[in-house]
């Protein structure tokens, strides 16, 4: 053999044999650790559950609910989607509140459905606008069997909490103000 091939040799054995002691370290390392008894851990602390919101309607409303037998449900579609499909809700709301556009609804709520005493179906629409809901929430009622929308508003000029437009009815009237509330 040639000295070369002596020196490749040479080197090639010695790296098997660091390699075999390295493995020979790590198995006897994890067997040490494997036989070591586990620490007791300190139980995790659970944070405190948050609390669940009041229910959606206030003792007042389910009252009402009740001495008027209202029928409330929810819909799937959320308010903004159902004024995107209807301009005649859209285009009386405008007549009321001259500045509407369905962007004031950005932030919506699901649509509810309420049939009062005398058989009349409102639909209930809340939204707010996108990013600024304080002070721009607008509740519509929308009475299907008349045609008709009614508005209660946020925006305000003379400093009151809200303003209601299309001169209702007691009964929407008090629908709108409950479901401002409540929603």
Known sequence: MSGATKKYFSIIFISLTIFAL?????????????????????PE??????PL????????????????KYQPYRLEQYSHDILKDSPNIVGQ???????????KMAV???ASNIV?????????????????????????????SGSRVYLLSEETSSGEEYKILGNPDEE????LIDYYQNE
Request: glycine share 6%; hydrophobic share 35%.
């Open 108 to 110: 919506s709520t699901p």
């Open 53 to 68: 919101p009041p229910s959606s309607f206030s003792s007042e409303w389910e009252k009402r609910k009740q001495e008027n």
């Open 93 to 103: 709301t405008k007549e009321l509140m001259s500045d509407f556009s369905i962007a």
């Open 45 to 50: 602390e659970i944070d405190q559950p948050i």
């Open 172 to 175: 929407i009237r008090n629908l």
């Open 116 to 144: 009062l005493n005398d058989g009349r179906e409102i639909l209930l629409l809340f939204g707010c606008t996108e990013h600024n809901c304080g002070g721009t929430g607008i509740v519509i009622a929308y009475d299907k």
């Open 22 to 42: 390295a493995l020979t370290l790590i198995f006897f390392i994890s067997k040490k650790n494997a036989n070591r008894p586990e620490e007791k851990k300190a």
